[in-house]
């Protein structure tokens, strides 16, 4: 059974590194994309979790998959030339888990804010919950364009070890994560908000999680974004390895309008 902090500290060590006081982060690609309504997205290597559905497990995973180590002004660099190239103000950190590397990321994060940027961070929020604060380091930001979505791995305890491999406790950290940010001043529903991996459980599960996250904010109940799997080959791939069945599931040519 996975336990996702020991892997963060391991996978830490690999993707992230130290030259003249100044902090790298591994990464494999940087694009353009269509969520949020146009996003230009930096794409991490290295996870704590082992989702079996993972859509960049190849790299995520891995963390001596092929990529670069760049420090937060190469990263910002890199977004911000794409997003001029293709008039986006908004920036995104992706793939992989980007809370490991902390200090990077708050890097970046400072880099892009104080440009004018909306800077969307995607996290599974083990490390947010599980370390308090780190959570209030990002809650100074509020007000400042930024959007935090905290990837829930399933409606319950048992189906998030079902789908990651990892202890059930820390399911329970995930939620902990949306507290803690919450608390640290960042408005739910829109700095911070829940996304829910519904594939495996549409229904039950569904009303089982808003009651849940009305307990921490009812407005974090309200903005769920609803996350289903996207029948990529190589997550098809990853699917048969791991012998796990969605009940809903949607082709990259089918998406509905609300996903994007």
């Known amino acids: 059974m996975i336990d996702p902090i020991f892997l963060t500290n391991k996978i830490e060590k690999l993707v992230t590194k130290k030259q003249d006081n100044v902090e790298y982060r591994k990464y494999y690609r940087f694009r353009k994309d269509r969520w949020y309504g ?29 990529g670069e180590y760049l420090n937060s002004h190469q990263v910002f660099s890199r977004l911000t030339s794409l997003a001029r190239k293709y008039r986006i103000r908004q920036l995104r950190l992706s793939g992989g888990e980007p809370t490991i590397g902390f200090n990077h990321l708050l890097e970046l994060i400072n880099l892009a804010t104080e440009s004018g940027f909306h800077f969307i961070l995607e996290t599974n929020g083990i490390i947010l919950g599980t370390y308090k604060e780190l959570a209030y380091r990002l809650g100074k930001y509020h007000g400042q364009g930024i959007e935090i979505r905290v990837s829930i791995k399933g409606t319950s305890p048992e189906e998030f070890t079902q789908l990651t491999g990892a202890r059930q406790e820390y399911w329970y950290v995930q939620l902990r994560a949306l507290r803690n940010l919450v608390e640290a001043g960042l408005e739910p529903g829109e700095e911070v908000y829940a996304a829910v991996m519904l594939s495996f459980n549409p229904d039950k599960g569904l009303t089982r999680i808003k009651r849940i996250l009305s307990n921490i904010d009812k407005k974090l109940a309200e903005t769920i974004d609803k996350e289903y799997i996207i029948l990529y080959p190589h997550v098809i791939e990853l699917l048969k390895r791991t012998r796990l069945k969605p009940k809903i599931a949607y082709k990259p040519n089918e998406i509905p309008d609300e996903m994007i």
Do not use: E, Q, Y
Request: with cysteine.
């Open 38 to 66: 146009g996003v230009v997205t930096g794409d991490v290597i290295g996870c704590n979790l082992r989702c079996k559905f993972c859509w960049a497990w190849k790299f995520s995973w891995n963390p001596h998959a092929k």
